[in-house]
């Protein structure tokens, strides 16, 4: 899990290194995942909200892997954003 977490975050740098960069506008949610999907992090400013969309991914929920619940709950986060 310790190799999972910090390739995400050096990716997560580097997409936010590169946003501002350029000037992108990029969001950022987080959706943990066990027998119901947790948004642990609405989708979130890359830029302003890093600490706490790191935050987030550092979470933990327990009891299952429902990954289904997951994939749910990231969309819903999708589609209800109209930014």
């Known amino acids: ?3 999972i977490y910090n390739s995400a975050r ?4 580097s997409v936010k290194k590169q946003a501002e960069k350029k000037g992108l506008n990029i969001k950022v949610g987080v959706v943990l995942f066990n027998m119901v999907g947790n948004i642990k992090c609405p989708l979130t400013d ?13 979470s933990s929920v327990s009891m299952g892997t429902n990954m289904h619940a997951g994939l749910l709950a990231a969309k819903k986060m999708l589609d209800d954003d109209t930014a």
């Open 46 to 58: 890359l830029a302003t909200g890093y600490d706490d969309i790191l935050t987030a991914m550092n």
């Open 10 to 13: 050096a990716f997560l740098e």
């Open 1 to 3: 899990q310790t190799d």
